[in-house]
T-cell receptor
Framework: DQQVKQNSPSLSVQEGRISILNCDYTNSMFDYFLWYKKYPAEGPTFLIS?????DKNEDGRFTVFLNKSAKHLSLHIVPSQPGDSAVYFC????????????FGAGTILRVKS | DTEVTQTPKHLVMGMTNKKSLKCEQHMGHRAMYWYKQKAKKPPELMFVYSYEKLSINESVPSRFSPECPNSSLLNLHLHALQPEDSALYLC????????????FGSGTRLTVV
């Protein structure tokens, strides 16, 4: 039972353009969402997060949008840079889940120069 | 110090061996985690320690045995593993209940032969 889904296994974008990574969740108890970035042979690193009381959070080139009614969130990277090429994981947490983060399967982003 | 340090980075072990993975953090985080990640899959939670006590065991086989000697250290003892246990083992830590995400280590790449 995949509670957090990233339906696009990979995405290829030209340098300077916008990258949009999508994530859907099924559990309405989730109320906090995070994006992690992972390079090969490294652990995931935290990128940006959003609480369910907001619909947008911005940090530099990265913006996360949350649509609670659709149980959908997206990560926008503008402008995309070759160094952004990595695997991006969406994760979710909820008050009843305690310490447990639930991860999506990840999307491989390739930014071409 | 804002890092989670894992050793060793790579480990090859036979099915009859006993080995241990180590994890250390000095951020004052009171929750520590073991995750397992197979290729092209999301990280899967194995164990959570909160205030040095095991709080979550995700039905992990007993050939994996976690230990938290103190608030900065987390070990994962391995015994009689199977080839299908080969994976990237990630340690993470968080403040309190990890509500706002974790800090991950770079992982131990384990190969069971």
């Amino acid at each position: 039972d995949q509670q957090v889904k990233q339906n696009s296994p990979s995405l290829s974008v030209q340098e300077g353009r916008i990258s949009i990574l999508n994530c859907d969740y099924t559990n309405s108890m989730f109320d906090y969402f995070l994006w992690y970035k992972k390079y090969p042979a490294e652990g995931p690193t935290f990128l940006i997060s959003i609480s369910s009381i907001k619909d947008k959070n911005e940090d530099g080139r990265f913006t996360v949008f949350l649509n609670k009614s659709a149980k959908h969130l997206s990560l926008h990277i503008v402008p995309s840079q070759p160094g952004d090429s990595a695997v991006y994981f969406c994760a979710a947490n909820g008050n009843r889940y305690g310490n447990k983060l639930v991860f999506g399967a990840g999307t491989i982003l390739r930014v071409k120069s | 110090d804002t890092e989670v340090t894992q050793t060793p980075k790579h480990l090859v072990m036979g099915m009859t061996n006993k080995k241990s993975l180590k994890c250390e953090q000095h951020m004052g985080h009171r929750a520590m985690y073991w995750y397992k990640q197979k290729a092209k899959k999301p990280p899967e939670l194995m164990f959570v320690y909160s205030y040095e006590k095991l709080s979550i065991n995700e039905s992990v086989p007993s050939r994996f045995s976690p230990e938290c000697p103190n608030s900065s250290l987390l070990n994962l003892h391995l015994h009689a593993l199977q080839p299908e246990d080969s994976a990237l083992y990630l340690c993470a830590s968080s403040q309190d209940r990890g509500r706002y995400g974790y800090t991950f280590g770079s992982g131990t790449r384990l190969t069971v032969v």
